[in-house]
């Protein structure tokens, strides 16, 4: 599906529900880095095909999900560490980003009068196609054996997954209209540039 169609977004929403009953869960989890660019030199072609697909998408996802989905509920989006902070490579992707965590925190009251959640994930480095060209293999080791991750490293998809499922359960069922990082200490602390 393309995720900046509106009527893309309502037909993944009708066909889940359609398939399976009802809506409980949706995880919004499209994004697109584009071009390494910094202000001066990012085009607008590459600013609006990163808006449309991380902020645009995310607003369409949103909008067909909470349509649906069920009391109790619970909607995830991803966001980025980016969204908590500036990147100066990657300006449209720092703004999208941070527009999602607006649009969840907007998103919470209306959604808490439906009994639905809603809360973002904010990765830092992660080893998926995005960034690594080919991703890298499934970790095969079971969550509660994951080796510690050294500050600021890079992580594997199924750590921020981990975050996912639990904030799709009932564990977090107080937590709504939260951007919560997942970047092994990435945006908590401020390196020194390099000499």
């Given at each position: ?27 919004l989890n499209a994004g697109y880095y ?46 980025s560490a980016a969204g908590l902070m ?97 970047d092994g200490g990435f945006v908590s ?7």
């Open positions: 599906m393309d995720v900046t169609q509106e009527a893309d977004n309502t037909r993944m929403v009708d066909e889940t529900v359609k398939k399976y009953g009802g809506l409980d869960i949706a995880f584009g071009d390494v660019a910094d202000i001066l030199s990012c085009s607008v072609a590459n600013f609006d095909k990163i808006i449309g697909i991380n902020l645009r998408g995310a607003f369409l996802g949103l909008k067909a999900a909470s349509a649906k989905v069920r009391s109790g509920g619970s909607i995830i989006i991803t966001s500036g990147f100066t490579e990657a300006p449209a992707y720092s703004a999208s980003k941070h527009g999602v965590v607006g649009l969840v925190k907007s998103a919470s009251a209306t959604l808490t009068k439906q009994g639905v959640r809603i809360n973002a994930i904010c990765p830092g480095n992660v080893s998926t196609n995005m960034v690594i060209p080919g991703g890298v293999p499934d970790l095969t080791t079971p969550p509660d054996q994951f080796a510690p991750i050294p500050h600021r490293a890079g992580s594997n998809p199924e750590h921020i997954a981990e975050v996912a499922l639990f904030l799709a359960g009932n564990r977090s069922v107080f937590m709504t209209g939260g951007a919560y990082p997942v602390s401020f390196g020194l540039p390099p000499s």
